[in-house]
């Protein structure tokens, strides 16, 4: 039975009381994959769960009209975190099978806009996939950015300072992979919490 959200939970979340939040970043392992080796243990490790946290990172535009495709895909499983650099591997087939696998859940938010970019790189017939943001609007949580969700619900907070980096670069920064590795885990997480708290069915 779907639980309704109390109006504690659905209240908004102001900054201060996000500031006062412990700061939290994935501490696990993490793969930049960069050949056969680590991409076939990465897949051995994905088609073994049941639920990964993905998400994607863009070169910023700084130019009107300017628009960039994804840089860098990240896979969060129970054991890791999976970086795939875009431009230094062609990831297609393997992200095709991750993708369109009906019985692995991906956990993302704005999958939407996720999968219009990727799917200007190669086709793909997307399964199984479930927005988190769009659970929270279901159930009138108007917060639906990952940061919030992620302060309402695990009651952490998640730094932006690599959001706007150059996700472009051939090798990646400390920041930049902790960053990326920490999003991806999120998304796992509110799955996870979401699901024990009945809120992934239709209320």
Known sequence: MTQSPTTETVRVISRDELAQLP??????????????????????????????????????????????????????????????????LDFSRALTEVLENHGLIKAGVGVADDLFKLRQMFAFQEQGFIDLGAVARRHGITQSGVRTLAARFLELRVTKGAQTSNWANPRLTPKQVVYAATDAWICRELFLCFEKRGMLAPP
């Open 23 to 88: 700061v939290r970043r994935y501490e696990g392992r993490v793969v930049v994959i960069g050949g056969a080796d680590e991409l076939d243990e990465a897949l051995r490790d994905i088609r073994a769960d049941r639920v990964i946290g993905l998400d994607t990172e863009t070169r910023p535009s700084f130019r009107k009209g300017e628009s960039h495709l994804p840089s860098l895909v990240q896979i969060a499983t129970a054991r890791a975190v999976y970086l795939l650099q875009l431009k230094r």
